[in-house]
């Protein structure tokens, strides 16, 4: 089986950004991708200098070309473990030998359970202001998720209202909240009122519909990082796995960037990261190839002196 320097798993910013370095590297890349990336949601991408307003799809299509462009690979496929050495195996039964991996998984957005949040998602249920909050600017915004939250969406709107819904608000939350001039809403939110392919408005237990233009919730961020635990990488109890500021693991020869490690990575900060894991990865295999350069070094020194005290028996003879 050819053996790859680097394999990728997770084209999307991070992936993708790393592979990109890596090709250019001259390093034999390759990068399996099970294509669904956590903002396809969205039509747009924001705030990614230089890409704004761009279909997400559109980015990872132009990042994958300029991979290729540089002679890495492209999977499509699943990757369900890997083993020490390191060996990939893909669902389906194939398999990819490397000498590094790094793993660009993302996260998982666990959201709210209420009903028709998860159909609006990334569309007018949203959950980070600074990659759609300028969209709805100055539009009557609803909050359910954390008081913080509401005060940071604020700043887009000056009609916020915080839903708490099961949550309790402190009285300390309600002065800081009601000096920025954001009513507290109370009661149970039942389901999110949409006609017209448009949110219309958040329902309260009691039947009462609070009309907004657009809802932001705090989902709970769950990274896809089993690959790694499972290969012993550090990690706390919520999965998050512990990395150096380059992305290095516990495990020699493992690394992670985006928002398999990182919650807070915007497109533009995991692209940085995986970009910075690559040459990382890079310096790392470096220092590999010289290990190795030096033991066929010292090994052809041994020959050689063995080669001599043979020949100096021989004539002894
Ligand atoms: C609705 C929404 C809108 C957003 N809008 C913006 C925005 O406008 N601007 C912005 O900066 N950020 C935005 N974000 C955040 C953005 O999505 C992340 O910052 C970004 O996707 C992180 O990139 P990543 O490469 O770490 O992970 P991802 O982009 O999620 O890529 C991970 C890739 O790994 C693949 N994968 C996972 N497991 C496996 C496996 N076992 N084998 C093979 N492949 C696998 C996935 O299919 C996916 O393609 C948004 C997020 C959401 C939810």
Not at 55 to 74: F, K, Q
Not at 214 to 240: H, K, M
Not at 244 to 266: K, L, M
Not at 308 to 315: E, F, I, K, P, T
Request: aromatic share 4%; charged share 20%.
């Amino acid at each position: 089986m050819d053996e790859y320097d680097v394999l990728v798993v997770g084209g999307g910013a991070a992936g993708l950004s790393a592979a990109l370095v890596l090709a250019r590297a001259r390093r034999r890349v390759v990068v399996v991708d099970a294509g669904a990336p956590r903002n396809a949601p969205a039509a747009h991408l924001h705030g990614f200098l230089s890409r704004d307003g761009m279909a997400p799809r559109d980015l990872l299509a132009a990042g994958r070309a300029e991979v290729t462009r540089y002679g890495g690979h492209l999977v499509d496929g699943t990757v369900v473990a890997i083993e020490p050495g390191f060996r990939v195996r893909l669902a389906g039964g194939a398999s990819l030998a490397a000498r590094r991996v790094l793993v660009t998984t993302g996260l998982r957005d666990e959201l709210p359970d209420i009903p028709g949040v998860a159909e609006r998602f990334g569309r007018d249920v949203l959950h980070c202001p600074y990659c759609h909050g300028y969209e709805v600017r100055d539009q009557p915004l609803g909050v359910v998720s954390s008081p913080h939250h509401a005060l940071l969406v604020r700043q887009w709107s000056a009609d916020v209202l915080y839903f708490p819904h099961t949550a309790t608000v402190t009285q300390d939350d309600r002065e800081r909240l009601g000096a920025r001039g954001i009513r507290v809403i109370e009661g149970k939110v039942t389901r999110i009122v949409v006609e017209g392919d448009r949110l219309r408005g958040v329902e309260l237990d009691g039947g009462a519909v609070v009309p907004r233009a657009a809802l932001f919730v705090g989902p709970r961020f769950v990274p896809n990082s089993s690959l790694l635990t499972s290969l012993g990488c550090a990690a706390d109890e919520d999965g998050w796995v512990a990395v150096d500021p380059a992305g290095r693991t516990s495990v020699a020869g493992v690394w992670a960037a985006g928002n398999a490690a990182d919650p807070r990575a915007a497109l533009i900060t995991a692209a940085g990261a995986g970009s910075t894991a690559a040459m990382a990865i890079n310096a790392d295999l470096v220092e590999d190839d010289i290990a190795a350069g030096l033991a066929a070094f010292s090994a052809a020194a041994e020959r050689q002196v063995a080669d001599a005290v043979l020949g100096d028996s021989h004539h002894g003879m």
